[in-house]
């Protein structure tokens, strides 16, 4: 009994697994663990890379090689797609951090109590709605019998309704409003732990705004900002819904360009070939924004 | 700069300023769009022309409100169907998973670790394109070589289901390991000691403490696959989820009908969200959102 107890005790205590029964434990926990990992991440995957590598070369007939790579190269408007789509992903990611960044610190460290719970919550709330629901808002917010125009006509301004939608300014609007939330949860949590006394110290030894947002405030919260942008980076880069309902027919996201490759127009291999390419900027982005800022993949996402 | 600083009267008024422009910016596409299900125009735009609940509950003169307009009604249930399966899911791996991670040692733990966050990392699109094109191939080797046609593999509501899961059991996996950290391991110790069984402990010690975060798991990975849009795109079949069907709307033109089951989505959420904050074990939710 007492032999029984102790056995049982230790494999708690030291949690690992040495007995059969605990090797059984072991594999009985991993199971399901490989089986989501490998069945619906590794493997397919795997299987995205190889399908890029096979080049349809007559009907039913494939052959081995870079030959989608090749045509995503000599096709102007695949590789302007991908460029631009990776240019405006910064943009809007850069545009949404300075638009957080004194709204974060606002809730952070001038709110106080109550008031100061009850913003975060609120930056919370739109977050928990639907994306295509916020997008409808955008439209009718903004297009040539929208809101937005007519209220631009009363007061004056323009002398009839403006088209607002359909351009790259109202893709970038839509693409920062979306991710605002994965930015501003991250600053708040890095602002929030800035001790106060440090920056009246910084005060009292003569520094003003500037230097002290500079050399206090934006060292301390550097894993959150690094945190708040690789995210917002990826998601936006990887979005469908924002760019092709508010761009309209004219704007160009990579993502719309898989979709027509894939769904559209049925070339599997090239449309892995792109899904590839998307594949390897987010994580090159995702990777070099860690080492800029030396941090760990595992804690910025644990932050986020 | 903070209270406790020398603040000019009108660095105050700007910061309030930018604020509430902050918060108008966030709430003014929310606003309008619940506004609009109540004009009674057929064209979500001003002016306003009177109140109306015929887009909600409208059935005559070319006006279909949202309870009358069948493939909507059933598209709420189709996300709802997918987002009950996904949830199960989820809690189920994501529990596993955390045990796994909590109190397993082997080798290759922290590669293990790091790939079950990699999910989080893949955009949308890319997972649902990538599950799409192994399915299609097990499908299409079962049939080539055992004869057999496997329809689950093909584009369609069970595919949904994968690929959502795919990457929401990574948050709640996240959500469930941070509790289980927490966890006092004397407490199962006293018990043991106390002669409970393997199962007395867990039902009576573990489960009580874990149940905030199985709980708070479970409401976020709902919420996130009834809002998922990029993966369920790639792989949906005849059956549209909510998003699917919504967004196919919006672009052959505009309804209010969008408008009002908007409205009810916004209510629906916003109750779950409150019901979740409401909660005492709060932290755990808001941390646990992505």
Redesign the interface.
Known sequence: MADR?RS??TA??A???VAPHMRLA?FL??A??LL??LG??????V??AV?SLRTRVAPRTYELGFGNYRTFIDEPLYWHTFVRTAVMSIFATVCTLL?AF??AW?IA??A?GRAKSL???????????????????????L?E???LP?LLVELGITAKPVELLYHDTTILVGLV?TS???MV?PLVSALESLD?SL??AA?DLGGN?LS?LRQIVIPHAAPGIAAGSIIVF?LT?????TPT?LGGKNSLWF?EQ??TQ??TRFN?EQ??AF?FL??VL??AI?WLGLVVTGQK??DV??R? | ?????PRSLVSRCA?IG??GA??V?????????AV?AFNDAN?????WRGFTLNWFVGSSGGRIGLFGDAPLVKSVATSAIVACWVTALSI??GA??A??L?????RGKTA???????????????LG??????AS?LAQFANDFLGIEIDFLRPGLPLVV??Q??YI?SIAT?TIA?RLKRFD?TL??AA??LGAS?RDVFLTIMLPHLKPALVGAGAIAF?MS??N??TT??LVGSDAP??IM??GR??EG?SPV??AV?LF??VA??L??LAL?RRPERADV?RA??
Request: overall charge positive; hydrophobic content about 60%; some cysteine.
């Open positions: 107890l049982r005790t708690t205590l949690g690992d697994f072991l926990l991993l399901p663990a989501w990992l619906l991440i590794v493997l397919p995957h299987d995205l399908l638009i004194p709204a606002y460290k001038i106080r913003l975060f919550v609120m930056c919370l709330i739109p977050f928990w709605v639907s994306e295509t629901v916020r997008t409808l808002g955008w439209m009718i917010l297009r019998s929208g809101v007519r409003y605002m939330l994965f949860v106060d920056i009246e005060y705004g002290i990826m880069l990887g979005n469908y819904l309902l993502t898989i979709y894939f769904i599997w449309g892995a899904g998307l594949l987010s994580t995702v993949f595992g996402m644990r986020s | 700069m903070i209270p406790s600083l910061n930018y604020v902050f918060f910016f966030l709430f003014v596409p929310l606003v309008v769009v609009f064209y979500p735009a001003p002016p189920a791996f596993a998973n045990f796994l909590e109190r397993a040692r082997f293990l670790s790091m790939l079950m966050l990699a999910p989080l990392v893949i955009p949308g699109v890319i394109i990538s599950i799409l094109a192994f191939r994968l690929g899961f795919s059991v996240l941070a391991i199962e110790e043991f000691n393997r919420l009834f809002e849009f990029n795109l790639m909510l998003t919504m967004y919006m672009r505009a969008l408008n908007s989505l916004m959420s916003m779950l969200a904050l808001s959102l992505p």
